[in-house]
């Protein structure tokens, strides 16, 4: 008599939650793709499967070992050289993966829907690390302090209610005088670990027209990318621009910046004070069409740019351009408006999927390998939430699935404690098997209730 079928270890429950996942997306064969292979005896799969769900024990990689919780099958360094491996191609995993993904939600989504690329940056605090790979000195411009850390940007796809990230870079300072630790492998170009260091060190707008690059082999149909000012200028909407993407960002308020209106070259502040506002309470104060210009093309776009009014001061207004001439100010205004599908996502890697602090990695392999089973932890999520049409956020989702693994850990326990005791009164007290089963239910009947609550079981068919 059992109250679930006896597993292996109490760890395999967390592996076998995701196992629906990996073999739907075939992510065994996605790891050989990307030279993630076994090296000894444990297969790549079966590290990467309890790396995927460790985040759901609330115990770090150290802990789960010094505790000495399931029948983990290999010990506490397999993991860190899995990791540590500066051959496998883990900028081709997210992007595959996600492939496959948004694949899947796309069929769920209507075609009028506009599915859109957002690009955006968060910090990557490592504050207490010294001899962490490239580790730089770099500006958190929300709090407007400098840290210790990298700069993680992003790359994700968006229909407005799933949000999925796509392809993300680790990006470290690319000047030397704010890299306080260097590169910890010989320097040979032919290599996959020198490519990506020194991507690493490359600059965030050319990245994010990489990473463009590669967002057609993801989702061929999505022709829209959104950011905030800090990415806008008139180079980048003209690169993007050239790339068959149309651009939907706030923009700058720099004077530097000119746009081609009514023949002059004008910065956006004083095309604002050249026009004539909308009164009342519309949505928006402007709406103008320009021309937008560089010097290295020799080519302008033609652009809208719309005037909103902000909320918490209604003295102040910032400014949103389209390259879409087919969108409405009111589409244009709604399109920026999926940007914020993006800042939900940085709270959940960072405050509920542990980006920052689950490991205290020094090689920059193991970190870019550690995002991204953060990143494919999200994807999970994400995917859970769509297709069981959950309202609830992912961060609460997050915690549904941990009160799960908990219960089914409590249950697997007290089934062993179960067979312990049947045993124990055949082979001691010599009962038949139809006494035995008469003492279990009236044991299981006396438990108290939150213990019957938490067994989620009937004690009449026990």
Same mark, same amino acid.
């Given at each position: 008599?059992?109250?679930?079928?006896?597993?292996?270890?109490?760890?395999?429950?967390?592996?076998?939650? $995701?196992?629906? $996942?990996?073999?739907?997306?075939?992510?065994?064969?996605?790891?050989?793709?990307?030279?993630?292979?076994?090296?000894?005896?444990?297969?790549?799969?079966?590290?990467?499967?309890?790396?995927?769900?460790?985040?759901?024990?609330?115990?770090?990689?150290?802990?789960?070992?010094?505790?000495?919780?399931?029948?983990?099958? $290999?010990?506490?360094?397999?993991?860190?050289?899995?990791?540590?491996? +500066?051959?496998?191609?883990?900028?081709?995993?997210?992007?595959?993966?996600?492939?496959?993904?948004?694949?899947?939600?796309?069929?769920?989504?209507?075609?009028?829907?506009?599915?859109?690329?957002?690009?955006?940056?968060?910090?990557?605090?490592?504050?207490?690390?010294?001899?962490?790979?490239?580790?730089?000195?770099?500006?958190?411009?929300?709090?407007?302090?400098?840290?210790?850390?990298?700069?993680?940007?992003?790359?994700?796809?968006?229909?407005?209610?799933?949000?999925? +990230?796509?392809?993300?870079?680790?990006?470290?300072?690319?000047?030397?005088?704010?890299?306080?630790?260097?590169?910890?492998?010989? /320097?040979?170009?032919?290599?996959?670990?020198?490519?990506?260091?020194?991507?690493? #060190?490359?600059?965030? +707008?050319?990245?994010?027209?990489?990473?463009?690059?590669?967002?057609?082999?993801?989702? +061929?149909?999505?022709?829209?990318?959104?950011?905030?000012?800090?990415?806008?200028?008139?180079?980048?909407?003209?690169?993007?621009?050239?790339?068959?993407?149309?651009?939907?960002?706030?923009?700058?308020?720099?004077?530097?910046?000119?746009?081609?209106?009514?023949?002059?070259?004008?910065?956006?502040? /004083?095309?604002?004070?050249?026009?004539?506002?909308?009164?009342?309470?519309?949505?928006?104060?402007?709406?103008?069409?320009?021309?937008?210009? /560089?010097?290295?093309?020799?080519?302008?776009?033609?652009?809208?740019?719309?005037?909103?009014?902000?909320?918490?001061?209604?003295?102040?207004?910032?400014?949103?351009?389209?390259?879409?001439?087919?969108?409405?100010?009111?589409?244009?205004?709604?399109?920026?408006?999926?940007?914020?599908?993006?800042?939900?996502?940085?709270?959940?890697?960072?405050?509920?999927?542990?980006?920052?602090?689950?490991? /205290?990695?020094?090689? $920059?392999?193991?970190?870019?390998?550690?995002?991204?089973?953060?990143?494919?932890?999200?994807?999970?999520?994400?995917?859970?939430? #769509?297709?069981?049409?959950?309202?609830?956020?992912?961060?609460?989702? %997050?915690?549904?699935?941990?009160?799960?693994?908990?219960?089914?850990?409590?249950?697997?326990?007290?089934?062993?404690?179960?067979?312990?005791?049947?045993?124990?009164?055949?082979?001691?007290?010599?009962?038949?098997?139809?006494?035995?089963?008469?003492?279990?239910?009236?044991?299981?009947?006396?438990?108290?209730? %939150?213990?019957?609550?938490?067994?989620?079981?009937?004690?009449?068919?026990?």
């Amino acid at each position: 008599m059992t109250i679930m079928n006896e597993e292996p270890g109490i760890d395999k429950t967390i592996e076998e939650k $995701f196992t629906k $996942f990996i073999k739907r997306f075939n992510i065994n064969k996605l790891l050989r793709k990307i030279a993630a292979t076994k090296e000894k005896g444990i297969p790549a799969c079966a590290i990467f499967a309890f790396l995927l769900g460790l985040v759901f024990t609330h115990k770090n990689y150290y802990a789960t070992f010094t505790s000495r919780r399931g029948n983990l099958s $290999f010990g506490k360094d397999v993991a860190y050289r899995f990791l540590a491996r +500066p051959q496998v191609y883990w900028e081709e995993f997210i992007p595959t993966l996600a492939a496959d993904v948004i694949k899947d939600i796309d069929r769920l989504t209507s075609e009028n829907r506009i599915k859109v690329w957002i690009f955006d940056d968060t910090a990557y605090y490592r504050d207490r690390s010294k001899k962490a790979e490239l580790l730089s000195w770099c500006k958190d411009h929300s709090e407007n302090r400098s840290y210790k850390g990298f700069t993680f940007l992003t790359m994700g796809w968006s229909d407005g209610v799933t949000f999925i +990230p796509s392809d993300f870079r680790v990006v470290a300072s690319g000047n030397d005088e704010k890299l306080i630790e260097g590169s910890h492998v010989k /320097q040979d170009r032919r290599t996959r670990a020198t490519k990506r260091r020194s991507a690493a #060190r490359t600059g965030k +707008p050319a990245l994010l027209l990489q990473m463009l690059d590669r967002a057609k082999h993801i989702n +061929p149909d999505t022709k829209h990318v959104l950011f905030d000012s800090w990415f806008n200028s008139p180079k980048a909407i003209l690169d993007i621009k050239a790339k068959g993407y149309d651009v939907v960002a706030r923009m700058k308020n720099n004077e530097k910046y000119r746009y081609l209106y009514n023949g002059e070259c004008l910065s956006i502040s /004083q095309i604002y004070k050249a026009n004539k506002k909308r009164r009342g309470r519309s949505r928006y104060l402007l709406s103008v069409s320009v021309e937008v210009r /560089q010097n290295d093309y020799d080519k302008t776009v033609p652009a809208n740019i719309v005037f909103v009014r902000e909320r918490s001061n209604r003295k102040k207004w910032f400014a949103i351009i389209s390259t879409d001439l087919a969108l409405s100010e009111e589409e244009i205004i709604a399109l920026y408006g999926k940007r914020w599908d993006i800042e939900p996502y940085h709270k959940v890697i960072k405050s509920v999927l542990h980006l920052n602090k689950e490991f /205290q990695l020094r090689s $920059f392999d193991a970190i870019v390998a550690h995002a991204s089973i953060v990143l494919t932890r999200y994807i999970f999520l994400a995917l859970e939430s #769509r297709e069981n049409k959950d309202d609830r956020s992912i961060g609460d989702l %997050f915690m549904l699935i941990c009160d799960e693994l908990e219960d089914i850990t409590f249950r697997y326990a007290f089934d062993l404690l179960l067979s312990t005791l049947e045993s124990c009164l055949g082979e001691f007290l010599l009962l038949s098997k139809d006494r035995i089963n008469g003492l279990v239910s009236l044991f299981l009947a006396s438990l108290p209730c %939150f213990i019957k609550d938490k067994l989620r079981f009937a004690v009449c068919e026990s």
